[in-house]
């Protein structure tokens, strides 16, 4: 299910101002040599966030779909090509929620911000009820976007996301390297529908970040362009779609598929669409802590 909406320009404005003063790029970098908290939370959304911590990791893949799985199903682009060439990349340290943002967090925005759009799924200004603690969806990018400026972070970039996700090794799955079903809501064996955020235990990363194989898909930061050394000319890349990460409930269709599970697939996206099925977290390189 997707849609368009419009979004709140002054609103917007002022965000882009405020991410000009807080966001990650204004960090010290310096300070990244001082050991940092393994947790802290949020004194903005009072969300707990996770250190990912400074080094190294595994990204992309270059795996193939030697059986053009894709012709067979009727997808629109080849398997696994757009994740290619399997790389080394090294981050910063950087904090991330360790869950992702539910419809209680995003009412607490809504409230506290101004901001005047609603998710579509919501009544008036009412989330569903019983859903309090599901992962907030029927959002568009700017909207998650505004979120994150909101609570003075941003949202996680490809890298970020797949390094909390993979961990340093560059495991398949955030548990391990063996899919196993059960373990997230994801897939036939799923919900089919959003579950309460951390609901399967098992999901979650060596970082202690959880629902990063299932539940929701969730908005990047970035663009869906080559990632350096990839020389396939994909007309979608470029600067109209916006980056999914990892899979969530599904109900039909091709992402049921073994390649949309592991932790290195990507999937491009319309910013200005909404889906069931897609939410989001927060990242940062600081945080603003609560009193304690």
Same mark, same amino acid.
């Given at each position: 299910?997707?849609?368009?909406?419009?979004?709140?320009?002054?609103?917007?404005?002022?965000?882009?101002?405020?991410?000009?003063?807080?966001?990650?790029?204004?960090?010290?970098?310096?300070?990244?040599?001082?050991?940092?908290?393994?947790?802290?939370?949020?004194?903005?959304?009072?969300?707990?966030?996770?250190?990912?911590?400074?080094?190294?990791?595994?990204?992309?893949?270059?795996?193939?779909?030697?059986?053009?799985?894709?012709?067979?199903?009727?997808?629109?682009?080849?398997?696994?090509?757009?994740?290619?060439?399997?790389?080394?990349?090294?981050?910063?340290?950087?904090?991330?929620?360790?869950?992702?943002?539910?419809?209680?967090?995003?009412?607490?925005?809504?409230?506290?911000?101004?901001?005047?759009?609603?998710?579509?799924?919501? +009544? @008036?200004?009412? $989330? #569903?009820?019983?859903?309090?603690?599901?992962?907030?969806?029927?959002? /568009?990018?700017? *909207?998650? %976007?505004?979120?994150?400026?909101?609570?003075?972070?941003?949202?996680?970039?490809?890298?970020?996301?797949?390094?909390?996700?993979?961990?340093? +090794? @560059?495991?398949? $799955? #955030?548990?391990?390297?063996?899919?196993?079903?059960?373990?997230?809501? /994801?897939?036939? *064996?799923? %919900?089919?529908?959003?579950?309460?955020?951390?609901?399967?235990?098992?999901?979650?990363?060596?970082?202690?970040?959880?629902?990063?194989?299932?539940?929701?898909?969730?908005?990047?930061?970035?663009?869906?362009?080559?990632?350096?050394?990839?020389?396939?000319?994909?007309?979608?890349?470029?600067?109209?779609?916006?980056?999914?990460?990892?899979?969530?409930?599904?109900?039909?269709?091709?992402?049921?598929?073994?390649?949309?599970?592991?932790?290195?697939?990507?999937?491009?996206?319309?910013?200005?669409?909404?889906?069931?099925?897609?939410?989001?977290?927060?990242?940062?390189?600081?945080?603003?802590?609560?009193?304690?």
């Amino acid at each position: 299910m997707s849609g368009k909406k419009i979004y709140t320009i002054v609103f917007l404005i002022c965000l882009i101002n405020m991410a000009s003063a807080c966001g990650p790029q204004s960090c010290d970098c310096t300070k990244q040599e001082i050991p940092l908290p393994e947790a802290k939370t949020s004194g903005i959304d009072g969300k707990r966030m996770v250190l990912i911590s400074s080094g190294e990791f595994i990204m992309g893949t270059d795996k193939t779909d030697t059986e053009n799985l894709h012709r067979k199903i009727g997808t629109v682009q080849p398997l696994y090509l757009d994740q290619h060439p399997e790389r080394k990349v090294f981050l910063r340290a950087f904090y991330i929620d360790q869950y992702e943002v539910t419809n209680e967090e995003y009412k607490t925005f809504l409230d506290a911000s101004g901001f005047m759009e609603t998710p579509m799924n919501w +009544e @008036g200004d009412s $989330y #569903p009820e019983n859903l309090g603690n599901h992962p907030v969806t029927h959002i /568009i990018w700017s *909207e998650a %976007w505004s979120y994150c400026m909101w609570a003075r972070k941003q949202l996680p970039t490809e890298g970020q996301w797949e390094k909390a996700a993979r961990g340093f +090794e @560059g495991s398949l $799955y #955030p548990w391990g390297n063996d899919y196993e079903k059960g373990k997230g809501n /994801i897939g036939i *064996e799923g %919900w089919r529908k959003t579950a309460p955020v951390g609901g399967f235990p098992q999901d979650v990363s060596a970082f202690q970040v959880y629902d990063m194989a299932g539940n929701v898909m969730e908005w990047t930061l970035d663009w869906y362009l080559p990632y350096p050394g990839n020389t396939r000319g994909d007309p979608r890349f470029g600067k109209r779609m916006k980056v999914l990460r990892g899979n969530g409930f599904q109900k039909a269709g091709h992402y049921f598929l073994e390649a949309y599970r592991y932790s290195f697939a990507r999937t491009e996206a319309d910013p200005d669409s909404f889906y069931e099925n897609v939410g989001f977290r927060c990242a940062s390189s600081f945080i603003e802590e609560t009193g304690s």
